[in-house]
């Protein structure tokens, strides 16, 4: 019985990072693609993602502050709170690029935009507040693991503007791969860390579709 649930456990944690392998920031093409960090319209897609990745994660508390108080499985309380004080580092990267990178580009349907990102804040805060167990965490690994993909780009957008970031300190992939595997005791708790997960991968995936999108748009001002 041991072995079984030891190996329910490593696959639980597998597919957290399959699924930010596969579905998160690192698999969409501009997150990667030449055009964002080092093409001709390189400095206003840069000022386009630090802006919009401020709106989406620049607030606190965000969603690993959330899931830190959502979530009362004790083997998850470190993890959580490692992953919180080093986001608001992140967080302060955020708003420093923000500033650094001056105003956002001029882009048709800005007004769409906003409100666009503004609605996936909302979903993501709903997300981390969730009452249902495991959900809050699943988003917040999630997040930890997404982000260094994310964090290529925030780097290209600092060397842009002078700005020598700090190493990330989030959790690493072995350190949540762990936590997943402890946190996962039961059949709905893995569920609702799948669900978070996948939400939050989503809400990503959708900010780089619009972030693509908005430079298409420009290009044929």
Known sequence: MQ??????????????????????????????????????????????????????????PGVIDHALNRTSHPAAQGWLSAAAEAFAAERSLLTRLAVATGPLPSTPGQAECEAAVLQQRHALEMLAQSDRAGCALGAAIALALDWRAIRAVLDAAARRVSIEPQACVLPDEEETRTVAMTVADTPSFERAMSFGAQQLLNQHRGLWDLLEAREAARTRL
């Open 3 to 60: 072995a079984i649930e030891t190996a329910r456990s490593e696959q639980m944690a597998d597919l957290l990072v399959s699924l930010a392998l596969a579905d998160g920031s690192a698999s969409h093409r501009y997150c990667s693609s030449e055009a964002l960090t080092s093409g001709r319209e390189a400095v206003r897609n840069l000022a386009d993602a630090a802006h919009y990745l401020c709106v989406l994660h620049g607030r606190f």
